[in-house]
């Protein structure tokens, strides 16, 4: 989750220091350590995505082509960070 969150806030031009705004955090230092953790909570986790304005769909799995825009994070994107 942590990739995806990083590569949200960089598709959209977060700072470290405006994710640390939204989710009521003092210092940039608060969102680097969440998104080097090897182990967010899911709270954090989707604190973060609501403020950039994203959520979580859980639905069972598919093949084939995504829309545009999802990030399928999988048990395989898990284990290797």
């Not at 806030?9 to 700072?15: C, F, P, R, T």
């Not at 939204?22 to 403020?51: C, H, W, Y």
């Amino acid at each position: 989750i942590n990739k995806a969150i990083n590569t949200i806030m960089k598709k959209e031009g977060w700072s470290l220091k405006q994710m640390a705004t939204a989710i009521g955090k003092k210092r940039p230092n608060d969102v680097s350590a969440r998104l080097a953790s090897q182990n967010m909570s899911f709270d954090k986790a989707t604190e973060m995505l609501a403020a950039m304005g994203y959520e979580v769909v859980v639905q069972p799995v598919t093949a084939g082509q995504r829309k545009e825009g999802a990030i399928v994070i999988d048990s395989e994107d898990e284990n290797n960070g």
